[in-house]
């Protein structure tokens, strides 16, 4: 890719927790532009995992309009390339719908994170968001949420959770959710939160008999499978669960 422009810097807010060092050659001018028309569904998922044609820098922005009545679903798995960012601004038109599942997991020395930017532009639009964060070693998991809700967007019903999840010391999560609201019939929510394994959960389930790795295993897989809960498509949830698992089970 060519670069174009000039790279971003950390005071930029869009850009805080990124590895804005590892952007030279990348081309911040190339965005994929998806258009779901009016009454229509589109679901599309981005997984970066190891092998293939992984690249050590994955930027991918993407432009999502919903039109009036539409249903849009992205999910996502960011487990590879020392830098992955996915980005997303979306603009709903009435009674659209979008829905977001994202997962990163990494460790090393490694930055991977979802940006997005989620405009309720016309009434009676939802949209919910779902991220969780897996990290361990040096690695770092970030959200970045904006939700916009313009002044005539009546009866918004917005959410965004975030939970971020260490395995070791050293690695780190950033969360920052924010709203934007100038209607005021409507319904917006937030939450996020930084922690560790339950312990107390390890403890029992080692008394039954896991094994240690095991039991990790079994509680990553429930602490993830949230961002996924929506997908009604068992096979290719089952898939991208699988290569986030198969990250920390081969890490750890």
């Known amino acids: 890719m060519t670069a174009t422009g000039t790279l971003p810097t950390r005071r930029e807010e869009a850009w805080r927790y990124s590895a804005v060092d590892r952007l030279q050659g990348a081309n911040l001018d190339d965005w994929r532009?998806?258009?779901?028309?009016?009454?229509?569904?589109?679901?599309?998922?981005?997984?970066?995992?190891d092998g293939g044609d992984t690249k050590p820098t994955e930027l991918h922005r993407w432009r999502v309009s919903i039109g009036a009545g539409a249903r849009?679903?992205?999910?996502?798995?960011?487990?590879?390339?020392?830098?992955?960012?996915?980005?997303?601004?979306?603009?709903?038109?009435?009674?659209?719908?979008?829905e977001f599942g994202g997962i990163t997991v990494g460790g090393?020395?490694?930055?991977?994170?979802?940006?997005?930017?989620?405009?309720?532009?016309?009434?009676e639009a939802t949209s919910n968001q779902t991220v969780r964060a897996v990290h361990w070693g040096h690695g770092t998991g970030n959200f970045l949420g904006n939700i916009d809700v313009v002044r005539h967007a009546q009866k918004t019903d917005a959410a965004q959770d975030f939970k971020g999840l260490l395995l070791e010391k050293g690695a780190s999560v950033n969360a920052v959710p924010q709203l934007e609201i100038f209607a005021d019939d409507v319904k917006c929510?937030?939450?996020a939160s930084v922690g560790q394994l339950d312990e107390t959960a390890r403890f029992y389930m080692a008394a039954r008999g896991l094994?240690?790795?095991?039991?990790?295993?079994?509680?990553v897989q429930a602490f993830v499978g949230d961002a996924l809960v929506a997908l009604d498509d068992e096979e290719l949830r089952e898939r991208m669960m699988r290569v986030a698992l198969d990250k920390v089970d081969k890490a750890l």
């Not at 996502?76 to 659209?96: D, F, M, N, P």
């Open 33 to 49: 532009v998806i258009d779901v028309a009016a009454g229509e569904s589109l679901r599309d998922t981005l997984v970066i995992a």
């Open 72 to 98: 849009c679903e992205l999910y996502a798995v960011l487990a590879a390339a020392e830098y992955a960012r996915l980005e997303i601004e979306v603009t709903l038109g009435k009674g659209a719908h979008f």
């Open 108 to 123: 090393r020395d490694t930055v991977r994170e979802f940006v997005t930017r989620t405009i309720h532009a016309e009434p």
């Open 189 to 191: 929510a937030h939450g």
């Open 211 to 219: 094994s240690p790795d095991l039991a990790r295993r079994l509680l």
